[in-house]
C-alpha cells in the first residue's frame, strides 16, 4: 500500500511540474509576442519657453499618451532661442525617459512638423507694454499662418493640433483657415487649464478633491470673457453625488465671485510669480491631449474650445469652447443642457468677443 502512495505521489508531481513547464513556455511566448507601440511624434513649438519646458518632460514620462506609449519629440522655437532649445534638449537626454526614443531641436518649421502627429502650439507673440491689440494680433496671424502651412505640408495626415499661446481661439482659427487639409475636428485650443481651475475653485470651497467634482463647463474664449458653468456639475461628498449649486448653496458666490475669480486666475498668478501660468498650463494641454487620445471616463465631460457647428446658438464659424465628451480619438459636443437666462447672456458675450477677435484677424490678413 505504501509502494502505491509513493508512486501516486511521483505521478501527481510530475503533473504539477508539467503544469508549471507549460505555463512558463506559454508566459515566455507571450512575452515574444508582446510587440512596442509605435512611436507617436509630438511637436512642442514655443519649446524653450517656461510652459515648453515644464510640458516636455510630462510628455517624456508618458503623462500625455500613456505609460506604455513612445514617443518622438520635434520641439521648435525662434533663433534666438536655439541654445536654450539645445539646453532642454540636452536635459530630455540626460533625464533617460524610457518612452523617449528620439528628440529633435530645431529652428526650421518644416523640419519641426515633418511627421507630426500631435501638435502642441504653444509658441506665439505675448502683448508688450504699449501695443495695441491689432498689433499682438497682426503678429500672430502671420505666425500662425506660416506654421499652418507647415503641418499642411509636412504633418500625417491625421495630425491632432492644440493651440495653446494666446489669443488661442483665433490663432486655433487662423491655423485651420491655412491647414484646410487637417480635418476642422482635429484643430482645438486650450481651455481645459479654465476647466481646471474651476474644478479647483470647487473643491477648495466645499474642502473636497479635486477629483470628487465633475462636469464643469468652460463656454467660449480663453479670455476673461469666457463663463465657468456649474449648472450642470455634481460632487462626491460625505452623503452622496450632490450637485454643486445645492453643495455649495450660495448662489451669490456661484454667480459672482467664483465666476470672476475663473476669469482673472492667469492674471492673478502672474502678480503673483511676475510670470505667466506654465506648470498649471502644461498639465491641462496634457489633460486635453490624454481626453482626447484615450477618452474621457462614462457620465463625465470636459472642455476643449472647438469649431463651433452652431450648437447652443453659437454661431458657426468660430473657435468656442463647449463641453465635450472624447472616444475612439474623436471628440463630440455634449447637447441638450438647459440654459438659464444668466448662462445664455454669459455664453452669448463671449462669442461677441470671438467674433469681434475673428473680424480684426481677418483685417490683419487683408493687410499682410
Same mark, same amino acid.
Given at each position: 500500500?505504501?509502494?502505491?502512495?509513493?508512486?501516486?505521489?511521483q505521478k501527481i508531481l510530475v503533473v504539477l511540474f508539467s503544469v508549471t513547464l507549460f505555463w512558463k513556455i506559454i508566459k515566455h511566448i507571450c512575452g515574444?509576442?508582446?510587440?512596442?507601440?509605435?512611436?507617436?511624434?509630438?511637436?512642442?513649438?514655443?519649446?524653450?519657453?517656461?510652459?515648453?519646458?515644464?510640458?516636455?518632460?510630462?510628455?517624456?514620462?508618458?503623462?500625455?499618451?500613456?505609460?506604455?506609449?513612445?514617443?518622438?519629440?520635434?520641439?521648435?522655437?525662434?533663433?534666438?532661442?536655439?541654445?536654450?532649445?539645445?539646453?532642454?534638449?540636452?536635459?530630455?537626454?540626460?533625464?533617460?525617459?524610457?518612452?523617449?526614443?528620439?528628440?529633435?531641436?530645431?529652428?526650421?518649421?518644416?523640419?519641426?512638423?515633418?511627421?507630426?502627429?500631435?501638435?502642441?502650439?504653444?509658441?506665439?507673440?505675448?502683448?508688450?507694454?504699449?501695443?495695441?491689440?491689432?498689433?499682438?494680433?497682426?503678429?500672430?496671424?502671420?505666425?500662425?499662418?506660416? /506654421?499652418?502651412? !507647415?503641418?499642411?505640408?509636412? +504633418?500625417?495626415?491625421?495630425?491632432?493640433? $492644440?493651440?495653446? =499661446?494666446?489669443? @488661442?481661439?483665433?490663432?486655433?482659427?487662423?491655423?485651420?483657415?491655412?491647414?484646410?487639409?487637417?480635418?476642422?475636428?482635429?484643430?482645438?485650443?486650450?481651455t481645459r487649464l479654465d476647466h481646471n481651475r474651476a474644478l479647483g475653485q470647487i473643491s477648495e470651497k466645499l474642502n473636497v478633491h479635486v477629483s470628487d467634482?465633475?462636469?464643469?463647463?468652460?463656454?467660449?474664449?480663453?479670455?476673461?470673457?469666457?463663463?465657468?458653468?456649474?449648472?450642470?456639475?455634481?460632487?462626491?461628498?460625505?452623503?452622496?453625488?450632490?450637485?454643486?449649486?445645492?453643495?455649495?448653496?450660495?448662489?451669490?458666490?456661484?454667480?459672482?465671485?467664483?465666476?470672476?475669480?475663473?476669469? /482673472?486666475?492667469? !492674471?492673478?498668478?502672474?502678480? +503673483?510669480?511676475?510670470?505667466?501660468?506654465? $506648470?498649471?498650463? =502644461?498639465?491641462? @494641454?496634457?489633460?486635453?491631449?490624454?481626453?482626447?487620445?484615450?477618452?474621457?471616463?462614462?457620465?463625465?465631460?470636459?472642455?476643449?474650445?472647438?469649431?463651433?457647428?452652431?450648437?447652443?446658438?453659437?454661431?458657426?464659424?468660430?473657435?468656442?469652447?463647449?463641453?465635450?465628451?472624447?472616444?475612439?480619438?474623436?471628440?463630440?459636443?455634449?447637447?441638450?443642457?438647459?440654459?438659464?437666462?444668466?448662462?445664455?447672456?454669459?455664453?452669448?458675450?463671449?462669442?461677441?468677443?470671438?467674433?469681434?477677435?475673428?473680424?480684426?484677424?481677418?483685417?490683419?490678413?487683408?493687410?499682410?
Open positions: 500500500m505504501e509502494q502505491e502512495y509513493i508512486i501516486l505521489l515574444l509576442l508582446v510587440i512596442e507601440k509605435e512611436p507617436v511624434t509630438v511637436l512642442v513649438t514655443g519649446a524653450a519657453g517656461q510652459i515648453g519646458y515644464a510640458l516636455l518632460p510630462m510628455i517624456a514620462r508618458g503623462v500625455m499618451l500613456g505609460p506604455d506609449q513612445p514617443v518622438i519629440i520635434h520641439m521648435l522655437d525662434i533663433e534666438p532661442a536655439a541654445e536654450a532649445l539645445n539646453g532642454v534638449k540636452m536635459e530630455l537626454i540626460d533625464a533617460a525617459f524610457p518612452l523617449l526614443k528620439d528628440v529633435v531641436a530645431t529652428t526650421d518649421v518644416v523640419e519641426a512638423c515633418q511627421g507630426v502627429n500631435i501638435a502642441v502650439m504653444v509658441g506665439g507673440f505675448p502683448r508688450k507694454e504699449g501695443m495695441e491689440r491689432k498689433d499682438v494680433m497682426s503678429k500672430n496671424v502671420s505666425i500662425y499662418k506660416a /506654421q499652418a502651412s !507647415a503641418l499642411e505640408q509636412h +504633418a500625417a495626415p491625421d495630425c491632432k493640433v $492644440l493651440v495653446v =499661446a494666446n489669443p @488661442a481661439n483665433t490663432n486655433a482659427l487662423i491655423l485651420k483657415e491655412f491647414a484646410p487639409s487637417i480635418p476642422e475636428k482635429n484643430i482645438t485650443c486650450l467634482v465633475w462636469n464643469v463647463i468652460i463656454w467660449g474664449n480663453h479670455s476673461s470673457t469666457q463663463y465657468p458653468d456649474i449648472n450642470h456639475a455634481t460632487v462626491k461628498t460625505t452623503n452622496g453625488e450632490k450637485s454643486v449649486r445645492d453643495a455649495i448653496a450660495n448662489d451669490n458666490w456661484l454667480n459672482t465671485e467664483f465666476i470672476t475669480t475663473v476669469q /482673472q486666475r492667469g !492674471a492673478t498668478i502672474i502678480k +503673483a510669480r511676475k510670470l505667466s501660468s506654465a $506648470l498649471s498650463a =502644461a498639465s491641462a @494641454a496634457c489633460d486635453h491631449i490624454r481626453d482626447w487620445v484615450l477618452g474621457t471616463p462614462k457620465g463625465t465631460w470636459v472642455s476643449m474650445g472647438v469649431y463651433s457647428d452652431g450648437s447652443y446658438g453659437i454661431q458657426p464659424g468660430i473657435m468656442y469652447s463647449f463641453p465635450v465628451t472624447c472616444e475612439k480619438g474623436q471628440w463630440s459636443i455634449v447637447n441638450g443642457l438647459k440654459i438659464d437666462e444668466l448662462s445664455r447672456e454669459k455664453m452669448d458675450a463671449t462669442a461677441k468677443e470671438l467674433m469681434d477677435e475673428k473680424t480684426l484677424a481677418y483685417s490683419c490678413l487683408i493687410d499682410d
